[in-house]
Nanobody, 116 residues
Framework: QAQLVESGGDLVQPGGSLRLSCAAS????????MGWYRQAPGKERELVAT???????NYVDSVKGRFTISIDNAKKTAYLQMNSLKPEETAVYYC??????????WGQGTQVTVSS
């Protein structure tokens, strides 16, 4: 079974909202940071948002004010609330987790399509 599992991707109209989730398995210890990245067709993967286990966040400028990343440490789950979605944000969204020991994990990706 995958150690990071994303869900919540869907087809949504421009201006709509989605909430992505990323659940880390119990075999991943001492998570320091979780984050969301996205990769659109023909483009390189880019950082969207990160959050530490104590709640410090960072966002790419293009999503500030519209996206919110959160974490539930007990559930080892990160969320990405995406509001006012734009067509150019159509991409596969990937979850990432990094441990205190700098071991990195990636999820399989979840497709977000923003189209009318």
């Amino acid at each position: 079974q995958a150690q990071l599992v994303e869900s919540g991707g869907d087809l949504v109209q421009p201006g709509g909202s989605l909430r992505l989730s990323c659940a880390a398995s119990g075999s991943i210890f001492s998570i320091n940071t979780m984050g969301w990245y996205r990769q659109a067709p023909g483009k390189e993967r880019e950082l969207v948002a990160t959050i530490t286990r104590y709640g410090s966040t960072n966002y790419v400028d293009s999503v500030k004010g519209r996206f919110t990343i959160s974490i539930d440490n007990a559930k080892k789950t990160a969320y990405l609330q995406m509001n006012s979605l734009k067509p150019e944000e159509t991409a596969v969204y990937y979850c990432n987790a990094r441990t205190d020991g700098y071991v990195t994990y990636w999820g399989q990706g979840t497709q977000v399509t923003v189209s009318s």
